[in-house]
């Protein structure tokens, strides 16, 4: 056999029982869905490698990530303007990139919508890339279509600019008839796989803010400035404004599980779990999700959740330059996302494997 027509996903058969799936060669995963040559970009919180490799996705630099100060001791007396109105069953969901919540909480996802229960979701960066908020805005927009396919519906949002009494500003957008589900956004620059940031951004990102490396960041929409006592407390905010019963977001850093993640999904789950305490959320509300080291993981979704969850992608990736991917098997072909795609890991606090 020709090494031009070998699979090489080197993705496990599934188990017994379980649909099966085509297998991914060589070609499509060439010719699938992305460009190949020099410097690729691809999504899922601005991923930059070097080189296409056939069946793995790339990994973040690790960088030690100094502990999460200050958290705020309490929180205001005085009503946010970001307060929503209470919800069943609410899950504040709060992720460093548009795409970490259908990427890698997905089939959960999708299962909270349709059961009718409430959704708050808060995406910190702007998963930019260094490309600039046109791109950030691009991304957005497929969040709302991807969130519009699980809803089932395609009635417009509502956008809405906030100032918070952390002096942080966000952008809020709302499905005109949905009032249960929200997307929150902060734009603060993406801090690139190398924790480094890009030039266009002041080399700046989550990870030097939370190491003292820089005293602030400014977002890409030119939003007031965010040092680290700030940035916790709009956190904290937005998580108790949302009503949270329980949260979802990354792995945190100080989580064996974050080794090889992109940085900024790290300070994300680490930012989380340092400030849920001051808003009231026990250690167990709150569910964190493998990233990136998923790929390393048993694959765990197939059949009709993975069509689900592959479809939503797409949809999603139709509005993502970088990623566009023509059809489910263009998209599975994806190196990385393909990998991620057929994964999804939860952990609670005691399964951290905490360093």
């Known amino acids: 056999m020709s090494d031009i027509d070998e699979p090489s996903t080197g993705e496990p058969s599934p188990p017994e029982g379980a649909p099966a799936r085509p297998g991914l060669s060589r070609r499509a995963l060439l010719f699938g869905g992305i460009a190949v040559g020099g410097l690729a970009a691809l999504g899922g919180g601005a991923l930059v490698y070097r080189e296409i490799r056939r069946s793995a996705g790339p990994e973040g630099t690790w960088v030690k990530l100094s502990p999460i100060v200050p958290v705020p001791d309490a929180l205001p007396r005085e009503q946010s303007p970001a307060f929503e ?7 504040v969901a709060v992720w460093a990139h548009a795409d970490d919540d259908i990427i890698f909480a997905n089939p959960h996802l999708s299962t909270v919508i349709a059961s009718g229960a409430t959704l708050r979701t808060i995406f ?49 957008f709302v499905p005109s008839d949905d009032p249960r589900l929200s997307v929150t956004v902060l734009r603060l620059p993406d801090g690139n796989l190398s924790a480094k940031g890009f ?49 979802t977001t ?17 300070c994300v789950g680490s930012l989380v779990r340092a400030v849920a305490p001051s808003v009231g959320m026990a250690a167990d509300a709150v569910t964190y999700y493998i990233g990136y080291p998923s790929q390393h993981e048993p694959a765990n979704v197939f059949g009709t959740e993975l069509d689900g969850k592959v479809d939503v992608y797409e949809m999603y990736a ?17 190196p990385g996302f393909g990998q991620w795609l057929r994964r999804s890991y939860a952990k609670g606090d005691a399964e951290l494997r905490l360093a």
């Open 250 to 266: 990354n792995i945190p850093h100080e989580s064996a599980f974050a080794r090889g993640d992109h940085p900024d999904h790290s």
């Open 199 to 247: 030039p266009s951004t002041g080399d700046a990102g989550l990870t030097q803010l939370i190491n003292g490396i820089v005293p602030a960041l400014k977002p890409i929409d030119d939003g007031p400035t965010l040092d680290a006592g700030r940035l916790s407390d709009t956190i904290a905010e937005l998580i108790h404004a949302g009503g949270a019963d329980r949260i």
């Open 318 to 334: 139709a509005h993502d330059p970088v990623v566009t991917c023509d059809g489910p098997a263009a998209c599975l072909a994806q």
């Open 85 to 91: 109105e209470p919800g069943t069953d609410t899950t």
């Open 124 to 172: 910190v960066t702007a998963g930019d890339a260094g490309r600039g908020l046109a791109y950030a805005q691009q991304r957005e927009a497929g969040i709302r279509a991807a969130y519009d396919l699980m809803r089932g519906s395609t009635a417009p949002w509502e956008t809405r600019e906030i100032t918070l009494l952390s002096g942080a500003r966000v952008t809020r």
